[in-house]
């Protein structure tokens, strides 16, 4: 079964940085889609930034040229390196993956779900 743990999380004052991690597991051959996604209290779900298992990015423009994302395709790890922190970046993060493939007894195959999500990590901003 494919599950994504997120760590890294924590109080960080204005100004500072955080480096967030995703590990996948689970009989994991290849991801496509690995993904950061934010949810502050009373608000949706965003997309912060992805990143392409052939290292095609995107990130929100609320967070361009402070976060980075990265990714070790080897061991189906993603990172968030988060600079510059401000109040309103305060928000649990989550990761997600999509279109995942596996190993399985037939080879490799897509896993069954189109979408996995982490359990989050809290992010918290303020001084």
């Known amino acids: 079964q494919v599950q994504l743990a997120e760590s890294g999380g924590g109080l960080v004052q204005p100004g500072g940085s955080l480096r967030l991690s995703c590990a996948a597991s689970?009989?994991?051959?290849?991801?496509?889609?690995m993904g950061w996604y934010r949810q502050a209290p009373g608000k949706q779900r965003e997309l912060v930034s992805s990143?392409?298992?052939?290292?095609?990015?995107d990130y929100a423009y609320s967070v361009q040229g402070r976060f980075t994302i990265s990714r070790d395709n080897a061991k189906h790890t993603m990172y968030l390196q988060m600079d510059g922190l401000k109040p309103e970046d305060t928000a649990v993060y989550y990761c997600?993956?999509?279109?995942?493939?596996?190993?399985?007894?037939?080879?490799?195959?897509?896993?069954?779900?189109?979408?996995?999500w982490g359990q989050g990590a809290q992010v918290t901003v303020s001084s």
């Open positions: 689970g009989n994991i051959s290849m991801i496509y889609f």
């Open positions: 990143m392409t298992s052939d290292g095609i990015t």
């Open positions: 997600k993956a999509q279109r995942v493939w596996i190993r399985s007894s037939q080879g490799v195959v897509r896993a069954p779900e189109f979408d996995y």
